[in-house]
């Protein structure tokens, strides 16, 4: 049997299975009593299928769409265009200037002489009376008006099917229809001949108990329907940052409106169609849209932002033009609500042990058919009468056949594969409340079996909570806590340095100081980044003020494969320079001066070069995280289409900082490690820094490795394979050196893997490891798409839960399995044989 199901059932994997496997082995299943039921919860492959054709022709929609334009641009160069465009009344009178399906043609032809005619993304956000600085206002009637004409950014869904479509659906299924054809015809004949009630009895026995199975089955389907439906909610939860009124805000995609203003940076979903306003390094992905994987540059060439895409690299503000059922997103998720998801092995395997017991039922069930009828006409040609037939022996061999369809009904056991389904969806349900949501059935199932778990470090082992609290600048270092108040710090450094310590903090960030709704000041951004800025205000520095003085000239966002990021700004006494932080070694490395301690810029020799790597070391040995911040001034000459210069910078300081370990995480790694599951560090932080805290945590130990990526992407296949059992840690690594380390564990090792991330370049890890897990808060929705399970609190804990139900559901499996087998085999023989007996009486 085991070759059997390998043979046949064998090749569909837990993730990322071929639509043709998973079409071959549902045609295998072809005893099927209802087939609605036993592909219950399983994808709708055709549904898919129309999905894929939406996007091939998406596809070819925007390709001709960008041809035509840019042909259009040539010609209209030059030409002074008038728009002769007049919205219909009903906007004008609710207050603006265009309609719906104007704005949705413009974005979704990528229609740039619609653009120019209409004035481009400057008098676009006027005629939807708002503003590309403050957005729109957000007093109750203008929204309200703003959703009547333009609609909500929702989906149509499918309604929610109720009980009795659910009954209906029980009802179609072959055995017990013709089961209900023999208790009619049983009750017919019966009453006819018996008369009624004692003719009856056989009959209603029957009825009873299909209704009985009906109603049990109807009633734990529609309870799973309800089920998976909340998850589906709880999966679509997405806010995003948007300005309103002037003010910064979290809203939900389902809130938003055209005229809002959207921020957008890397690794998020673009919520709605709408229109490029500023931004940087904008590459944008569409390959959910069209099936090209080849990312997009936006800017202000080519502003067009389609709903669903992903942000790739950089980060915009985009100003929304079109929403919900408007947006080419919309009719493919509409087409795809009811999607389902694909077979867990462990189903197709079940499917496969309930097909061959099916097989087996049906011949047994041929077979009890012919004895009985053999036993019958053997006892006519005794009697001699076996010319003459009666009503009686006509009920008796419907009841032979009854007996036959009661055996097919016994011995499949449909129950099977729809059991996994059943105690997986407990699982996630289970798993729901203890803050682990399941994306993919067959996770919860995987990660029972799961013996290794890369983990990165910032933000799952580490509380995320990011301060400086160690600096070093003009080759001093000094402690730094809120009690240590500012002036304490900066008599102690030249002034000039704290001027230009701060110009490059506020302006080299990803991330933002802004007035929140309750007029707060609420800094936005990334742990690190808020952290720096953090530390910056605690030196009193004014961040608009900062950012009124200079202009950004050309921003390149951090990612994590350069480990640094830059921006170049115009200053106020004129010429250009360049800001740059980043990994400590890798900008150290870029440095060729330094701010003294008088605060001087003096050429960095080999002694102070050697101090401030010291320093770096120092500060990551006790586990902070260390960044070098430096700046380098280019003169009056930069274009933006220039890189960034790669050396000769100024070294402004070191800062490390603290991200305290999360409580209860040495307690779960020592749970992981007690129970066979090795887990490992990787991450793209200083080697010393993620020493410092595998240590703590009980990660590294003493005969463990740990190894820089660098240094990991050097080796050959046969150090590897000496390499990676012993490895613990690996730290500076870039997205690609996890996959390979995934990859590795995966086929040379045959270990089943769990992979943590939580940034855009962790994708590729998550996606080839065997179950993923992202991180519900500080995951970008790349990483979360991406991902099987999402960590709803960040906790590495967590994680040890998810494994703990993965077991459990295999151990529930596996007894159920036993249980029902049991039952079919004994019914089986008991059925069959009491037949026989009676047959050969
Ligand atoms: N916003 C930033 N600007 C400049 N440099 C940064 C920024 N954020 C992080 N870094 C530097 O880049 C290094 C690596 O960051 P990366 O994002 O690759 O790792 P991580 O995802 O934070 O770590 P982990 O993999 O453990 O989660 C950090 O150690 C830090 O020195
Ligand atoms: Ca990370």
């Known amino acids: 049997m085991e070759s059997y199901l390998n043979e046949n059932f064998g090749d569909v994997k837990p993730k990322n299975s071929s639509e043709e496997t998973l079409q071959r082995w549902r045609k295998l299943c072809w005893i099927v009593k209802n087939r609605k039921r036993r592909f219950r919860f399983t994808a709708n492959l055709s549904k898919r299928f129309e999905a894929e054709a939406i996007r091939r022709s998406n596809q070819e929609k925007f390709r001709v769409a960008v041809l035509v334009s840019q042909a259009a641009l040539q010609f209209i160069n030059g030409l002074n265009l008038s728009s002769d465009y007049d919205a219909p009344e009903d906007v004008k009178a609710a207050g603006f200037q265009i309609c719906a399906d104007e704005l949705g043609s413009i974005v979704e032809g990528r229609d740039v002489k619609k653009l120019k005619i209409h004035g481009g993304v400057e008098n676009i956000a006027a005629m939807l009376?708002?503003?590309?600085?403050?957005?729109?206002?957000?007093?109750?009637?203008?929204?309200?008006?703003?959703?009547?004409?333009?609609?909500?950014?929702?989906?149509?869904?499918?309604?929610?099917?109720?009980?009795?479509?659910?009954?209906?659906?029980?009802?179609?299924?072959?055995?017990?229809?013709?089961?209900?054809?023999?208790?009619?015809?049983?009750?017919?004949?019966?009453?006819?001949?018996?008369?009624?009630?004692?003719?009856?009895?056989?009959?209603?026995?029957?009825?009873?108990s299909i209704l009985l199975v009906v109603f049990v089955t109807a009633t734990s389907d529609y309870k799973q329907s309800l089920q998976f439906r909340d998850l589906d909610k709880e999966k679509k939860k997405i806010m995003v940052q948007v300005t309103r009124d002037g003010l910064r805000q979290k809203v939900s995609i389902f809130d938003l409106l055209p005229g809002d203003l959207v921020h957008l940076a890397i690794g998020d979903q673009v919520p709605a169609d709408g229109l490029f306003i500023s931004g940087f390094s904008v590459l944008i992905n569409e390959s959910c849209l069209t099936g090209e994987c080849e990312p997009v540059n936006v800017n202000a060439a080519n502003p067009f932002l389609l709903s669903g895409t992903k942000v790739q690299d950089g980060s915009c503000k985009m100003l929304i033009t079109t929403v919900g059922m408007r947006t080419q997103w919309g009719k493919l998720m509409a087409t795809l609500s009811e999607g389902g998801d694909d077979e867990t092995p462990l189903q197709v395997k079940l499917n496969g042990v309930a097909t061959i017991i099916g097989k087996i039922g049906l011949y047994f069930a041929i077979v009890t058919f012919a004895v009985l009828v053999q036993g019958l006409f053997s006892r006519k040609i005794q009697e001699g009468t076996h010319w003459i037939w009666s009503g009686d022996d006509a009920m008796e061999m419907l009841e032979f056949f009854a007996i036959a369809v009661t055996i097919i009904v016994v011995a499949v056991p449909e129950g099977l594969p729809l059991a996994v389904t059943l105690s997986l969806a407990f699982a996630m349900k289970k798993m729901m409340k203890d803050k682990a949501l399941v994306r993919h059935l067959a996770a919860c199932e995987t990660m029972g079996s799961s013996t290794n778990i890369c983990s990165d470090k910032t933000g799952t082992l580490t509380s995320n909570h990011m301060t400086v609290v160690k600096t070093c600048i003009c080759e001093e270092i000094k402690e730094v806590s809120s009690s240590n108040k500012s002036y304490n710090f900066r008599s102690a450094v030249p002034e000039s340095a704290v001027k230009i310590l701060l110009q490059s903090i506020f302006n080299n960030t990803g991330g933002e100081v802004v007035n929140s709704k309750e007029n707060k000041i609420e800094i936005l951004g990334t742990p690190t980044e808020t952290a720096l800025l953090e530390f910056a205000l605690l030196l009193g520095g004014d961040f608009q003020a900062e950012r009124q003085a200079s202009t950004i000239v050309k921003v390149e966002p951090f990612n994590s494969a350069k480990k640094r990021m830059g921006v170049v700004i115009e200053l106020p006494e004129g010429g250009f320079r360049v800001h740059s932080k980043g990994a400590s070694e890798i900008i150290l490395a870029a440095c060729d001066k330094v701010i003294d301690s008088n605060g001087d810029v003096v050429p960095l020799d080999e002694r102070s070069t050697n101090h401030l790597k010291n320093i770096i070391e120092l500060f990551a040995s006790e586990a902070l995280r260390t960044l070098c911040l430096a700046y380098m001034d280019i003169g009056t000459e930069f274009s933006v289409d220039s890189a960034l210069p790669l050396k000769g910078y100024t070294c402004i300081g070191i800062v490390g900082i603290k991200d305290p370990v999360r409580p209860g995480v040495k307690e779960s790694v020592a749970i992981c490690r007690s129970a066979g599951i090795t887990v490992r560090m990787v991450t793209g932080d200083n080697i010393n820094t993620a020493k410092a805290i595998a240590r703590e945590i009980g990660i590294l130990t003493d005969n463990g490795i740990a190894i820089e990526g660098p240094e990991f992407r050097e080796k050959s296949e046969e150090e590897l394979h000496e390499l990676i059992p012993k490895m613990q840690v690996m730290a500076r690594s870039s997205p690609m050196d996890k996959h390979t380390l995934v990859k590795h564990l995966r086929t040379t090792f045959g270990e089943v893997v769990a992979v943590t991330g939580d940034g855009t370049n962790d994708a590729p890890a998550l996606h080839e490891a065997d179950i993923g897990l992202a991180m519900g808060i500080a995951g970008t929705e790349v990483a979360k798409e991406s991902a099987d399970v999402i960590i709803l609190d960040d906790n590495f804990s967590t994680i040890v839960t998810v494994a703990k139900w993965g077991r459990s559901v295999y151990i529930n499996i596996q007894k159920f399995v036993q249980f029902q087998l049991t039952v079919n085999v004994v019914a089986l023989i008991v059925n069959f044989s009491s037949a026989c007996l009676t047959g050969f009486q």
Not at 135 to 147: D, V
Not at 161 to 169: H, S
Not at 175 to 200: D, H, N, Q, R, Y
């Open 129 to 208: 009376s708002t503003s590309i600085i403050n957005g729109i206002p957000t007093s109750e009637h203008i929204i309200n008006e703003r959703k009547r004409i333009y609609g909500i950014n929702k989906f149509t869904e499918t309604p929610a099917r109720g009980f009795w479509v659910f009954v209906w659906e029980a009802l179609q299924d072959t055995t017990l229809m013709i089961l209900a054809i023999c208790a009619f015809v049983s009750l017919a004949v019966g009453i006819t001949v018996e008369g009624w009630p004692k003719g009856a009895y056989d009959g209603l026995g029957i009825v009873l």
